[in-house]
């Protein structure tokens, strides 16, 4: 005779639900938390991705502006022109963007002459070609004649000197210089690539310009110390505007969400 063994499937006890849930609990918090954290990651670099677009699309609306005036930028962004410095506020895609843009004290000069408006203590002007061909660089009103290239150029700025080195030598500024023209040939199209280096305590003032027809450019890159540079600033021929002034204006945006901003600097050269 055979017999049927029955099972009886015991069930949990109150405590050891308990326990069960309490280990879930312990074991999503984390999880959960985890994932929270990474959305909230995500939206902010949505949030700083965006933000950086429209900074630097409002800088490049002001800077082709050709001149500054009250202006809407764009859809709820405006340029207020009145004291300085000069404000841009408004809010677009739920974004804060809080700017200003103010005239650099005591930076404006006659264009197309050499200037000490700028307190600029040396004036290097490159390349000049004379009717053989040659090529010169004039440091300070004295014509160098040098082979080289003329693309590259450092500048090394000791306790000592400032020294100007191109590709097969070095010439040196006399005396201890913190403020530098680097003026390129009206006729020039070259790109132009400046690294400055400075080894003093004292700031080294950098200030490269390109005539108002000149295709050349002004790549200026900070190897080392303090620098400030403004770099493509425009001359005109005193020949034909001899009465222009230019200046130079720094431009600051900030564009924010709660938490999440962003930043961007720049300057302008502005005929007025």
């Known amino acids: 005779m055979r017999f049927l063994q029955v099972y009886k499937k015991k069930?949990?006890?109150?405590?050891e639900v308990v326990i069960s849930l309490a280990i879930l609990f312990i074991i999503m918090i984390p999880i959960s938390?985890?994932?929270?954290?990474?959305?909230?990651?995500?939206k902010q670099a949505e949030d700083k991705q965006q933000a950086t677009a429209l900074a630097q699309k409002l800088m490049e609306k002001v800077k082709?502006?050709?001149?500054?005036?009250?202006?809407?930028l764009t859809d709820g962004v405006t340029l207020q022109v009145g004291s300085?410095?000069?404000?841009?506020?408004?809010?677009?895609?739920?974004?804060?963007?809080?700017g200003t843009i103010e005239a650099?004290?005591?930076y404006s000069s006659e264009l197309g002459s050499i200037t000490n408006e700028v307190d600029a203590d040396a004036t290097v002007e490159l390349p000049e070609e004379d009717a053989n061909g040659n090529l010169y660089v004039i440091v300070n009103g004295v014509r160098q004649s040098f082979?080289?290239?003329?693309?590259?150029?450092?500048i090394v700025k000791d306790t000592s000197?400032?020294?100007?080195?191109?590709?097969?030598?070095?010439?040196?500024?006399?005396?201890?210089?913190s403020a530098i023209e680097i003026i390129a040939d009206k006729d020039s199209s070259l790109n132009y690539t400046i690294k400055v280096s400075n080894n003093t305590n004292t700031t080294l003032n950098l200030y490269c310009y390109k005539f108002n027809d000149s295709n050349a450019k002004f790549n200026v890159i900070n190897e080392?110390?303090?620098v400030s540079y403004y770099d493509n600033l425009l001359k005109q021929d005193s020949s034909t505007i001899p009465s222009t002034i230019n200046r130079v204006y720094n431009i600051n945006i900030k564009v924010s969400k709660k938490d999440t901003y962003y930043e961007v600097k720049s300057n302008k050269a502005m005929v007025r």
Request: hydrophobic share 35%; glycine share 8%.
């Open 161 to 177: 000197d400032t020294k100007l080195i191109f590709s097969n030598g070095t010439t040196a500024i006399p005396n201890d210089k």
């Open 224 to 226: 080392k110390g303090k």
């Open 104 to 106: 650099v004290e005591g």
């Open 84 to 98: 300085s410095p000069y404000r841009i506020q408004g809010e677009i895609d739920g974004f804060k963007v809080e």
């Open 147 to 154: 082979t080289i290239n003329f693309k590259e150029l450092s």
């Open 64 to 72: 082709s502006l050709p001149k500054f005036s009250s202006v809407e």
């Open 33 to 42: 938390t985890m994932a929270i954290q990474t959305v909230k990651m995500n």
């Open 11 to 15: 069930a949990l006890t109150l405590i």
